[in-house]
């Protein structure tokens, strides 16, 4: 298989005569969240699979990387109650990834598994067999989500400490890898003639001892075409870099602008010597969305609009409170902030990830906020609108691609996770208009060259890079 020499290859170059790096894409399945307009006549269930096919099937055509499934072991409460833009929940990770790769060929499956609340031995059966399943198309995005409100749905609230987050999840990874590794890939023999169905009798023996774990036995499903599943990473402090950094394929950042994304990027390739990893073993793509119209000002109009259907009265309130601490149901959201102050202190209103926003000193976040709604004569809801995100890529097909394509070639990212604003066609129209445009250009390609993701992402073959492993 190819790996480094390919990464950055292509036959086109740069006016500066440079390789032009060709970028990967992957389709975000919306999740359960804000960015998420379940409320416009034209959403479609996100529950049902006739969405994640449809989804899966556009990016398929478009000849993308992968699809990524995110993933929410609770669902977030605020004021002891699920709000709206939670309501729908989302299916589990491995049943729809096992459905999609039915309907399927060459798409990459992602999906988020928690090493927090799981175990290994679990975690590598369903990665082995979804990596058989789909034919070496599966990716597993390891995430440390650890707040105690999750954890009650596994008996195990609270059970690790925040800073033993990272620990855990090395360990999990490495046990995965044991797991994996069990099996070399020819044992299975399946002789009729002498009956003997293993060339090995030990294979999928195993053992992995560490603070957290204390396993071993025997492995019961055989090496899988990729050998192991394409490692993501999913967090932002400096544990999770140097996690990733060490063990992933390719990290999942929310540093989608072209200043936050060139220093990001920076960062994280520049710890990859450390670990003996070439710079092009880890691939950086931030979360993106995008608006497209005929006109760059006809793309911004829509843009407004997502915005405010997105962010609805009921929603700012919401998200208010999550800073201020307080309910805040009184408020009107087309008036001013608060006048009092945010609580500081234990978290009363939200739960969950929610409150993790809350801890970053709100009293701070407060006076930020207020000094821009009076500059700017916002209300609450617009204030919201304002704070929280917008769309990353907006204008005609054609902007839309030259300002992909300067991201990537900028070193700002190895290419993007697309969330659409709509589920489940939200893609369709940049499949049709964006993707040939990238074509165009020589730097997004026109067929699928490999079969596994492993593949698609130009990686190393896992054991090119992984040599160190503790038992
Ligand atoms: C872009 C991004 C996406 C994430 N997606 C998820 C997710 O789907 N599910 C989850 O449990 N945690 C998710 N996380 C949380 C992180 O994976 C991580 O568990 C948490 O942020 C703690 O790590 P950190 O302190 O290094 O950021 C996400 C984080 C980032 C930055």
């Not at 067999?129 to 650890?146: E, I, K, M, P, Y």
């Amino acid at each position: 298989m190819s790996n480094e020499s390919s990464s950055s290859s292509s036959s086109s170059r740069s006016s500066s005569g440079k390789p032009l790096k060709r970028i990967h894409l992957a389709a975000h399945f919306p999740g359960v969240n804000n960015t998420t307009v379940w409320s416009d006549p034209q959403a479609g269930s996100q529950i049902e699979f006739s969405s994640f096919a449809h989804l899966a099937r556009t990016a398929e055509r478009a000849k993308f990387d992968f699809l990524f499934l995110a993933e929410g072991l609770r669902l977030r409460e605020q004021n002891g109650l699920i709000y709206d833009l939670d309501v729908v929940g989302r299916p589990d990770t491995f049943t729809v990834l096992a459905a999609l790769a039915a309907v399927t060929d060459r798409l990459g499956l992602a999906g988020t598994i928690n090493s927090t609340f799981n175990e290994p031995y679990e975690v590598a059966r369903q990665f082995a067999s979804l990596d058989h399943l789909s034919a070496g198309r599966s990716a597993w995005n390891v995430v440390t989500s650890w707040d105690a409100f999750t954890g009650e749905n596994f008996r195990r609230g609270g059970f690790l400490r925040e800073e033993d987050r990272y620990a855990r999840a090395q360990q999990f990874l490495e046990a995965s890898w044991r797991l994996f590794d069990s099996w070399r890939g020819d044992e299975v023999l399946a002789d009729r003639a002498s009956g003997a169905f293993l060339s090995d009798p030990r294979a999928g023996e195993f053992a992995y001892r560490s603070s957290e774990f204390d396993i071993a036995g025997r492995f019961d499903v055989p090496r899988s075409p990729q050998g192991r599943p394409v490692i993501f990473q999913a967090g932002d402090s400096e544990q999770g870099r140097e996690f990733a950094a060490a063990s992933a394929d390719a990290i999942f950042s929310r540093h989608g602008t072209l200043e936050a994304g060139k220093a990001f990027y920076a960062d994280v390739k520049s710890r990859l010597a450390r670990y003996g990893r070439s710079p092009d073993s880890l691939k950086i793509l931030p979360a993106v969305t995008f608006v497209l119209g005929d006109t760059d000002a006809e793309a911004h109009e829509k843009a407004e609009l997502v915005r405010r259907q997105q962010v609805s009265g009921q929603t700012a309130i919401r998200l208010l409170e999550q800073v201020w601490n307080r309910d805040l149901s009184d408020l009107d959201p087309e008036g001013p902030l608060p006048e009092a102050d945010p609580l500081v202190g234990e978290h009363t209103v939200a739960q969950g990830r929610a409150s993790v926003r809350m801890n970053r000193d709100p009293l701070a976040v407060a006076r930020e906020w207020r000094a821009l709604a009076e500059a700017k004569n916002l209300s609450v809801r617009d204030l919201v609108i304002e704070v929280t995100g917008r769309q990353s890529f907006i204008g005609t097909p054609a902007r839309v691609a030259e300002e992909l394509n300067r991201f990537v070639q900028e070193d700002a990212s190895d290419g993007f996770i697309l969330a659409p604003h709509l589920t489940p066609g939200g893609l369709d129209e940049f499949a049709d208009t964006v993707v040939p445009l990238l074509q165009e250009r020589g730097v997004f390609r026109t067929e699928y060259e490999g079969s596994t993701l492993r593949e698609h992402l130009d990686l190393p073959s896992p054991t090119d890079t992984r040599t160190k492993e503790t038992t």
